[in-house]
């Protein structure tokens, strides 16, 4: 059965920082399109940082980039997310997602497989 399991959000102030991990189960993390979506309540889930498995490409939102940073560590089938100087805009669940045709795109509609979220809010 293919899992993904998200944890380490929480309540941060402005300027803070907080890492997600994701631990997959059922499958190869590494033979996989990884990714980090977000939503708001009324809002469409949006792609923060993805990274390819095609070309290995990482794909960072427009708001983030300098600020979060996608990793993974295949020998523990784990994605992490760093984010650091968190605004409060950045307040959303996070959601981790892998598939394995998901080429470059980071969009929510490539991936199949999600976690259930974690909350991350950014007081400030």
């Known amino acids: 059965e293919v899992q993904l399991v998200e944890s380490g959000g929480g309540l941060v102030q402005t300027g803070g920082s907080l890492r997600l991990s994701c631990v997959a189960s059922?499958?190869?993390?590494?033979?996989?399109?990884i990714g980090w979506f977000r939503q708001v309540p009324g809002k469409e889930r949006e792609g923060v940082s993805c990274i390819s498995n095609s070309d290995g490409y990482i794909y960072y939102e427009d708001s983030v980039k300098g600020r979060f940073t996608i990793t993974r560590d295949n020998a523990k089938n784990t994605m992490y997310l760093q984010m650091n100087s968190l605004k409060p805009e950045d307040t959303a669940v996070y959601y981790c997602a892998a598939d394995p045709t998901a080429g470059s795109f980071c969009s929510s509609w490539s991936f199949d497989y999600w976690g259930l979220g974690t909350q991350v809010t950014v007081s400030s």
């Open positions: 059922g499958f190869t993390l590494d033979e996989y399109a």
